[in-house]
């Protein structure tokens, strides 16, 4: 990860005690991106979060981008593979330490939950006590403002795949929480129907869940549906709580209700539209000013 050091120098002339002018090199502003993830152990799931740090490139050549994960469990699993990445605070003292005068973090969440709010208090107490000027500005997470929900449901409508069949349900299972920040899932399911009658969003922890779809599966008298992560990676809950062969798994539940089931095993950082949201989010905090 990471592209070689760029810094931009000025001349800066100062006379020395012979009156004789000498330049002096100072840097200037060195600018670095730190994307910051839940994190993920599985390596499928991993391909998801480089396919981002790929889009980030492409757009932001010029600048280094670095990694935090904020799952301390995450961290230690992967500490066990001798995969060492830096916690988001780990991360903002290294890159101040380093010269780093402009820190733009992106948020690879999907909400402005518990985990993005604990980020921005990390953002926050590292510009408190910063030293030289140094500014480190947070980019929004996947689905902030009202046209965000519309951009990702746009998305959305364009990942079911072109397999599937007329009259064939979609759910797309999302995280939820407890978190106040959980109103954003009904949300999306809002702009969805707007779409489709036959689009559901569920979550595994918050509402709406699994089984406030199934009495609308049954109105509808659906028979297949597809199962389509709306999560950052295809990780924990897409392969075992959505796809797993458990009793207890989506999958399971539904197929015992008599339903032909359809998993897609993808994660949303994978696609070139999710990632460009996050682009754009980074861009903001990149290049306007603060509002
Ligand atoms: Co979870």
């Known amino acids: 990860m990471g592209e070689p050091l760029k810094m931009t120098f000025f001349a800066l002339i100062v006379f020395n005690l012979t009156g004789m002018a000498m330049i002096k090199e100072m840097p200037k502003e060195k600018t670095g991106i730190l994307l910051v993830s839940f994190g993920t152990s599985y390596s499928d799931a991993q391909g ?6 790929d889009q980030v490139r492409k757009a932001f ?3 280094e981008i670095r990694w935090a994960f ?6 230690n699993k992967l500490k066990k593979q001798n995969r060492y990445i830096d916690s988001p ?6 890159m101040g330490s380093e010269g780093f005068t402009r820190i733009a973090v992106q948020s690879l969440h999907i909400i402005p939950g518990e985990e993005y ?3 921005q208090k990390t953002v926050n107490a590292f510009n408190h006590i910063s030293k030289n000027g140094q500014t480190i500005r947070l980019g929004k997470p996947l689905l902030y403002r009202n046209e965000d929900i519309a951009a990702v449901c746009d998305v959305l409508e364009k990942i079911v795949p072109d397999e599937r069949a007329g009259g064939e349900a979609v759910v797309f299972m999302g995280h939820g929480t407890p978190h106040p920040s959980n109103i954003y899932y009904p949300g999306v399911q809002y702009y ?3 779409k ?3 689009y559901f969003l569920a979550t595994v922890e918050g509402y709406p869940g699994l089984n406030e779809i199934f009495p609308k599966l049954k109105e509808q008298q659906i028979k297949t549906v597809w199962l389509i992560p709306f999560m950052s990676v295809a990780g924990d809950h897409a392969q075992n709580d959505m796809a797993g062969d458990e009793p207890e798994s989506w999958k399971s539940q539904l197929e015992a209700a008599g339903y032909i089931v359809k998993p897609v095993l993808k994660g949303l950082a994978g696609y070139d539209e999710i990632a460009g949201i996050w682009v754009n989010h980074l861009k903001e905090v990149l290049y306007e000013p603060e509002n």
């Open 117 to 119: 709010e604990s980020l």
């Open 89 to 94: 605070a780990e991360a903002m003292a290294k």
């Open 61 to 63: 050549p010029d600048i």
């Open 196 to 198: 489709s009658a036959l």
């Open 192 to 194: 969805l129907w707007e």
């Open 48 to 53: 998801a979060l480089d396919h981002v740090e």
């Open 70 to 75: 904020t799952s301390d469990m995450i961290r």
